[in-house]
């Protein structure tokens, strides 16, 4: 099980974006994340007529470690570190380590 999933607010802890807030649209395999917002850099794209697309500046989400963001908790408005516990009828979910709270419901 993961600690971080899709969908999940997070806040940058590290790097240009510190501090910032977004949402995760994709986990990747080498463990970096993509956030809603967050380290944006401009491409150069160039036109493909045969695929249909525009040239031109284009911005996009880069990938971030995971280790330079945590998982917002909303109880008490900061990042949050997430640990797995398995409850007594033998599921395993996440929860926030400041306040045992269950961040899957």
């Known amino acids: 099980m993961n600690r971080l999933k899709k969908g999940d607010p997070v806040i940058v802890i590290a790097g240009k974006d510190k501090g910032r807030q977004g949402t995760i649209l994709r ?30 500046i284009i911005e996009r989400e880069m990938p971030l470690d995971q280790s330079n963001i945590m998982i917002f908790n909303p109880i008490t408005k900061k990042g949050d570190r997430v640990g797995i516990k398995t409850l007594e009828d033998g599921k395993r979910v996440r929860f926030f380590k400041s306040n045992n709270e269950v961040v899957d419901v």
């Open 27 to 56: 986990v990747l395999e080498n463990g970096k994340v993509l956030v809603e917002g967050v380290n944006i850099a401009k491409k150069h794209q160039k036109p493909n007529p045969n695929a249909g697309v525009q040239g031109g």
